[in-house]
T-cell receptor, first 111, second 113 residues
Framework: NAGVTQTPKFRILKIGQSMTLQCTQDMNHNYMYWYRQDPGMGLKLIYYSVGAGITDKGEVPNGYNVSRSTTEDFPLRLELAAPSQTSVYFC??????????FGPGTRLTVT | AQTVTQSQPEMSVQEAETVTLSCTYD???????LFWYKQPPSRQMILVIRQEAYKQQNATENRFSVNFQKAAKSFSLKISDSQLGDTAMYFC??????????FGTGTRLTIIP
C-alpha cells in the first residue's frame, strides 16, 4: 500500500490564481481530511469527508472547496489564491476516525 | 470547544536520557481520545501513541509512554532512552467522536549527541 499520497509536493502561486491539491489513499478508508499547518503552529482542519459524496467544513474552510466523488480521492481546490493561504497542507485518512494516516504534505507559497 | 495546550515550545536532552513533554487540554466531554504525533524534518506526521479516555491504564509503545491524568486534564509523553531519531516536533492532539482532531502548537525536541 502506498498509503496517503499528495501532489504536488511544492507549488508557488501568484495572487488570484487557482489550483487543486490532489490527495489519494489506497486503504479504502471512509474518512478523509484536509489540514493546513502554518509556521510554528499545529494543524487546523479545513474540510473533511466521512464517505464518498459527503463533505463538511472544518475550522478554517474559507477560500477552499472540496469534493469526494470516490472513496480514494479527496481534492482540495483554491479558487483565488491569497497570501494568507501560504502554508503546508496535509491530507489524512482513517478507517474509524480514531487513527489518522497523514500524507507527506504540500508546501504552498502565494506571492 | 476543545483546546489543547503545549506549554514547552522547545526542549533538548542528551541522547539516552529520559524526557517528558507536557500537554493539557480542556473539554467537558467524558469519552474522547488523546494522541501524540511526531513530525520530523521530513514533515511527515507520524502517530506515536494513543490513549482512550475511558481506559485508566496509561498507554505504552516501546520507549514511549504517557501519563494520563483525566481529572487534571493532563496528558504528558515520556520518551525513555532517547535516540537521535527522536529529534522532531511533537504535537498533542484531542479527538471527540467523529469530530476533528484538535492540535496543540507543538514542542520542538532536540536530542543532543
Amino acid at each position: 500500500n502506498a498509503g496517503v499520497t499528495q501532489t504536488p509536493k511544492f507549488r508557488i502561486l501568484k495572487i488570484g490564481q487557482s489550483m487543486t491539491l490532489q490527495c489519494t489513499q489506497d486503504m479504502n478508508h471512509n474518512y478523509m481530511y484536509w489540514y493546513r499547518q502554518d509556521p510554528g503552529m499545529g494543524l487546523k482542519l479545513i474540510y473533511y469527508s466521512v464517505g464518498a459524496g459527503i463533505t463538511d467544513k472544518g475550522e478554517v474552510p474559507n477560500g477552499y472547496n472540496v469534493s469526494r466523488s470516490t472513496t480514494e480521492d479527496f481534492p482540495l481546490r483554491l479558487e483565488l489564491a491569497a497570501p494568507s493561504q501560504t502554508s503546508v497542507y496535509f491530507c489524512a485518512s482513517s478507517y474509524n476516525s480514531y487513527e489518522q494516516y497523514f500524507g507527506p504534505g504540500t508546501r504552498l507559497t502565494v506571492t | 470547544a476543545q483546546t489543547v495546550t503545549q506549554s514547552q515550545p522547545e526542549m533538548s536532552v542528551q541522547e539516552a536520557e529520559t524526557v517528558t513533554l507536557s500537554c493539557t487540554y480542556d473539554t467537558s466531554e467524558s469519552n474522547y481520545y488523546l494522541f501524540w504525533y511526531k513530525q520530523p524534518p521530513s514533515r511527515q506526521m507520524i502517530l506515536v501513541i494513543r490513549q482512550e479516555a475511558y481506559k485508566q491504564q496509561n498507554a505504552t509503545e516501546n520507549r514511549f509512554s504517557v501519563n494520563f491524568q483525566k481529572a487534571a486534564k493532563s496528558f504528558s509523553l515520556k520518551i525513555s532512552d532517547s535516540q537521535l531519531g527522536d529529534t522532531a516536533m511533537y504535537f498533542c492532539a484531542f479527538l471527540f467522536g467523529n469530530e476533528k482532531l484538535t492540535f496543540g502548537t507543538g514542542t520542538r525536541l532536540t536530542i543532543i549527541p
